[in-house]
């Protein structure tokens, strides 16, 4: 490694890019044919240039061929990632039982991740540094009950949607993962995942009690609370909480007491102008990652749900969100707006990133 590269900080993203179909081998069939949203996302990625990046809603198959179609893709346009992970997860994991309440089996809701076919809206990781496979940690079958802590979902004082249910489900509803990188400036870990949207339940609040638990996993396991012991520092937490600690449902006290709390850094990433505000939210609008319908329209508009913390100690050079693509052109946009447009097509989400140092190791 030239003595130049060791001198640049180390960039660490994540993104949901919407690389989630309605079943299994559409995504590599639209990366393949460079269907519209598809191309926007890899324009996306390629613009991040990212050194380590985190996808989360990614489908995946077992043989990896989505992502190693994306990546050519990348590569194409002047961006190499030789390392990739696939996790494929808990999503449309089958388990014959009613997980969602509904009275029937079988549906998208009763997986162990809500999904449509096992690896739907999985989780990739792309990298230009190797991944230690023989130090990867996966705490995806991890019994939600199991949590210490855990605050299960009942309705008329009994479990819900069952016992049997309570039984099996799994805390994450995508995945958790540690995952070791040997970057020239140093060994890191990266402490990955993609929580539940706190909606889409009921009076029982089953997703809003579950989003919570997926987020509070990491306190479980660095305070070493879980059977797993807490994997080596220095570390940085990354993925979509799909909670926003002042505006939209879901217990945003679990994602503030995250961020204000002793052991992360939370530089509050920010695009350089805001893509919308909303008036009634309380966050400021320039670090949402997400947008949906205004809440005038019935959405919960902008909200900052995607996140990459840093541990303490970690020298932070930079951050940021990504809004548009730099010199894009096309779509009827013309001039920064094509950019933002590219954004658009390409997902609800935007890339939120930083630049880090490691600090030096111990000897």
Not at 171 to 194: E, N, Q
Not at 255 to 266: E, K, R
Request: charged letters at 20%.
């Amino acid at each position: 490694m030239p003595l130049g590269a060791m001198a640049e900080p180390l960039r660490i993203a994540t993104y949901d890019a919407g690389l989630r179909r309605d079943g299994p081998g559409l995504l590599l069939r639209d990366i393949t044919l460079a269907e519209d949203q598809a191309t926007a996302a890899i324009a996306m990625i390629a613009a991040l240039r990212a050194d380590i990046l985190l996808l989360t809603g990614m489908d995946q198959d077992q043989q990896g061929a989505s992502l190693r179609a994306l990546a050519e893709a990348l590569a194409a346009r002047g961006v190499h990632y030789p390392h990739l992970v696939p996790l494929a997860g808990n999503r449309g994991v089958e388990t014959g039982l009613d997980l969602d309440g509904d009275g029937r089996s079988g549906g998208p809701g009763d997986a162990q991740g809500w999904g449509r076919f096992t690896g739907a809206g999985g989780i990739a990781l792309l990298s230009r540094y190797p991944v230690d496979p023989a130090g990867l940690i996966d705490m995806s079958s991890l019994l939600w009950r199991d949590l210490p802590g855990a605050e299960m979902p009942q309705k008329d004082g009994q479990a819900f949607p069952s016992d049997a249910a309570q039984a099996v489900q799994r805390l994450s509803s995508s995945g958790h993962y540690a995952i070791p990188v040997r970057t020239p400036k140093g060994r890191i870990t990266l402490l990955a995942f993609a929580a539940t949207p706190p909606v889409f339940d009921g009076p029982e609040d089953a997703n809003g009690m579950r989003n919570a638990d997926e987020i509070r996993l990491w306190d479980a396991l660095l305070r070493g609370a879980l059977d797993q012991p807490p994997p080596p520092a220095p570390r940085v937490l990354l993925g979509n909480a799909n909670l926003d600690p002042y505006d939209g449902e879901g217990r945003r006290q679990v994602i503030a007491d995250l961020l204000a709390g002793p052991l992360w850094q939370d530089t509050g990433p920010a695009a350089p102008t805001p893509v919308a505000e909303d008036p009634s939210h309380v966050g400021p609008a320039a670090q949402d990652t997400a947008f949906w319908r205004p809440q005038a329209e019935g959405g919960p508009g902008g909200l900052r749900v995607d996140y990459v913390l840093p541990e303490r100690g970690i020298t932070v050079v930079n951050s940021g969100v990504l809004v548009d693509v730099p010199g894009a052109t096309g779509s009827g946009a013309t001039g920064s707006g094509a950019g933002a447009d590219v954004a658009a097509r390409a997902s609800t989400h935007r890339p939120v990133w930083i630049e880090i140092e490691l600090p030096p190791p111990l000897r």
